[in-house]
């Protein structure tokens, strides 16, 4: 079942379970959905790649104006956007943890020959491509200066 049909199911169990934060987090999925397919050069329908991206997108917002808010000391739109990543996540794929990220970046170092830390594009290019919507680009980019400067 698509992203889309998920999403609209689920907002109908929400709107009956009258509860808000699904449904702020839902409409905002569904609203992104319909933007993506009515875009220029948009397709009729998303692959499991772009529904991803697209989550990603959505969640990695939410990451942004939540580190904005708590700054601020706005804890109520903090909150807001706290429930709404929770809701978001749930349609995520499973990221992986930091050991699994750990060793496919030491086998991607590997295979690409990287040494040093100058060699650092060549493997984020390879790593971001592999691990796209299993692992967060900024904690793959730690890793591998972490590993490169070993």
Same mark, same amino acid.
């Given at each position: 079942m698509s992203l889309e049909l998920n999403i609209n199911a689920a907002i109908k169990t929400a709107m009956l379970a009258k509860s808000?934060? =699904?449904?702020?987090?839902l409409r905002a999925i569904k609203a992104a959905i319909l933007i993506v397919k009515t875009s220029e050069g948009g397709?009729?329908?998303?692959?499991?790649? =772009?529904?991803? %991206?697209?989550?990603?997108k959505l969640a990695k917002q939410r990451k942004d104006s939540l580190d904005i808010f708590r700054q601020q000391n706005r804890e109520d739109l903090a909150k807001k956007e706290e429930e709404e990543l929770e809701v978001i996540e749930r349609y995520l794929p499973k990221q992986m943890d930091e050991s699994e990220l750990r060793t496919a970046i030491t086998a991607i170092i590997a295979s690409t020959g990287a040494s040093s830390p100058a060699d650092m594009g060549k493997v984020m290019g390879v790593?971001? %491509?592999?691990?796209?919507? %299993?692992?967060d680009g900024k904690a793959i980019s730690a890793v591998v200066k972490e590993l490169l400067a070993k």
């Open positions: 808000e934060a =699904d449904l702020r987090a397709g009729a329908e998303l692959t499991e790649a =772009d529904e991803s %991206k697209l989550l990603q790593a971001s %491509k592999q691990l796209a919507g %299993k692992a």
